[in-house]
Nanobody, 127 residues
Framework: QVQLVESGGGLVQAGGSLRLSCAAS????????VGWFRQAPGKGRDFVAA????????YYADSVKGRFTISRDNAKNTAYLQMNSLKPEDTAVYFC????????????????????WGQGTQVTVSS
């Protein structure tokens, strides 16, 4: 079982930046793809970004392209989500998740393919 813990959330003004971290409990983290999802108040959980196990490929929701960057440091068992130019509509609880297998692009955008989830971290963007 891979345990994931998000950190780095908080309150930021529109146009500001935050860097979220997702720390994994074990060394085998390097074999998992990592996805970030978010859930706004009263809304469902939406895909934000994903990165393959090696970090070679990344995927982003259209709403965050050009503003968010996903990365990982397998030596530290940690994945990151750098969020720039934040907007009020980015306000949500952000979750990181780990998927045990590789797949095609669509695989990484579907939350059902992720077997391990963190508890989430709140990001609030004020106007």
């Amino acid at each position: 079982q891979v345990q994931l813990v998000e950190s780095g959330g908080g309150l930021v003004q529109a146009g500001g930046s935050l860097r979220l971290s997702c720390a994994a409990s074990e060394r085998t983290f390097s074999s998992y793809a990592v996805g970030w999802f978010r859930q706004a108040p009263g809304k469902g959980r939406d895909f934000v970004a994903a990165i393959t196990s090696t970090g070679v490929s990344t995927y982003y929701a259209d709403s965050v392209k050009g503003r968010f960057t996903i990365s990982r440091d397998n030596a530290k068992n940690t994945a990151y989500l750098q969020m720039n130019s934040l907007k009020p509509e980015d306000t949500a609880v952000y979750f990181c998740a780990a998927a045990p297998r590789r797949g095609y692009a669509a695989y990484y955008t579907a939350q059902n393919n992720y077997n391990h989830w963190g508890q989430g971290t709140q990001v609030t963007v004020s106007s």
